[in-house]
């Protein structure tokens, strides 16, 4: 049994939980938040999550998880078969996660926790935003996945973090550079039918706004 930590509030979380899904493993979830205690740096390094622990091993970082993942579960590919296929898929979750999803995080912090958000900040993190999905859409397939034929990881990290900017970019810049993008647009209308990124996006929705009802009545 797996046990996967952690709060769909985090696009790495549910990057986990949709490779999880798609690997058919069987896997329970254990809400956690990031900490220094003893007790969560033993399974989590750094404090971080999402975690797992696997029949008594942990691991965090989901990159690492992911190709556990990949290792133990081989025959429910979520990678390319040949080697440039590989490196493509995970070059282009790199692409996702470091020039998308990272210079989106003081928007997040803005929309999920009410920190300050200066004018400056916000406009230097669109301009990032969109040179990161610039940089994507240089290296993306679209045949119908993003890295090809093959739903892969770049699919996934797509399927988590994507979104996730999307409405960020709504609420903080009044403009979206996700939905600007006809074709990453009409990408995400086919993640959408995918059951593991369906019943993701569903439960993220779902602590979302429980996480925020909570703020507002405390």
Same mark, same amino acid.
């Given at each position: 049994?797996?046990? +996967?930590?952690?709060?769909?509030?985090?696009?790495?979380?549910?990057?986990?939980?949709?490779? %999880?899904?798609?690997?058919?493993?069987?896997?329970?979830?254990?809400?956690?938040?990031?900490?220094?205690?003893?007790?969560?740096?033993? %399974?989590?390094?750094?404090?971080?999550?999402?975690?797992?622990?696997?029949?008594?091993?942990? !691991?965090?970082?989901?990159?690492?998880?992911?190709?556990? !993942?990949?290792?133990?579960?081989?025959?429910?590919? %979520?990678?390319?078969?040949?080697?440039?296929?590989?490196?493509?898929?995970?070059?282009?979750?790199?692409?996702?996660?470091?020039?998308? +999803?990272?210079?989106?995080?003081?928007?997040?912090?803005?929309?999920?926790?009410?920190?300050?958000?200066?004018?400056?900040?916000?406009?230097?993190?669109?301009?990032?935003?969109?040179?990161?999905?610039?940089?994507?859409?240089?290296?993306?397939? !679209?045949?119908?996945?993003?890295?090809?034929?093959?739903?892969?990881?770049?699919?996934?990290?797509?399927?988590? +973090? +994507?979104?996730?900017?999307?409405?960020?970019?709504?609420?903080?810049?009044?403009?979206?550079?996700?939905?600007?993008?006809?074709?990453?647009?009409?990408? %995400?209308?086919? !993640?959408?039918?995918?059951?593991?990124?369906?019943?993701?996006?569903?439960?993220?929705?779902?602590?979302?706004?429980?996480?925020?009802?909570?703020?507002?009545?405390?």
């Amino acid at each position: 049994m797996i046990t +996967l930590y952690g709060v769909a509030l985090s696009p790495y979380y549910n990057k986990v939980k949709i490779a %999880l899904i798609e690997k058919g493993v069987n896997f329970r979830e254990q809400p956690a938040a990031p900490a220094q205690t003893p007790e969560v740096l033993a %399974l989590s390094p750094m404090g971080k999550i999402p975690y797992v622990d696997i029949n008594g091993h942990a !691991l965090a970082e989901s990159g690492a998880i992911l190709e556990w !993942l990949e290792d133990a579960y081989p025959t429910a590919a %979520l990678l390319p078969p040949t080697p440039n296929g590989r490196a493509h898929a995970r070059e282009l979750a790199l692409l996702l996660e470091h020039y998308v +999803l990272t210079p989106a995080k003081p928007l997040f912090d803005h929309v999920l926790f009410g920190s300050a958000l200066g004018e400056a900040e916000r406009e230097r993190a669109g301009g990032a935003i969109e040179s990161g999905i610039a940089a994507v859409m240089r290296r993306a397939r !679209l045949t119908p996945w993003l890295s090809g034929a093959e739903f892969s990881h770049a699919d996934i990290s797509a399927a988590a +973090l +994507l979104p996730s900017v999307s409405l960020a970019c709504r609420r903080t810049l009044q403009r979206d550079p996700v939905q600007a993008v006809p074709e990453l647009a009409a990408y %995400l209308k086919a !993640l959408a039918q995918r059951s593991s990124v369906a019943r993701t996006w569903q439960e993220r929705d779902v602590a979302v706004a429980a996480f925020q009802d909570a703020r507002q009545g405390g």
